[in-house]
């Protein structure tokens, strides 16, 4: 875990499923993007200032459009 810590510091921005590894990029002062399926972001997401989330409205990750992730991703960087 240390190793996964050292590499996602040294990132400019983490993005990935709702997991431990966005609370590592908070911890580390990291850009994140989680992005969440059934989960509750308003709960559980990353906190911090570098840290963004998105959760399609029908709660299924196979449904999110990937062209407005994209999009989201372009304005955080």
Do not use: C
């Amino acid at each position: 875990m240390i190793e996964t810590s050292a590499i996602i510091e040294l990132s400019d921005l983490f993005i990935g499923n709702d997991s431990g590894l966005g609370h590592i990029s908070s911890a580390v002062n990291t850009k994140s993007f989680t992005i969440f399926g059934e989960g509750q972001p308003n709960r559980y997401r990353p906190w911090g200032k570098k840290a963004f989330w998105y959760q399609s409205k029908d709660l299924k990750i196979e449904s999110i459009d990937i062209s407005s992730i994209y999009k989201r991703i372009i304005k955080i960087l």
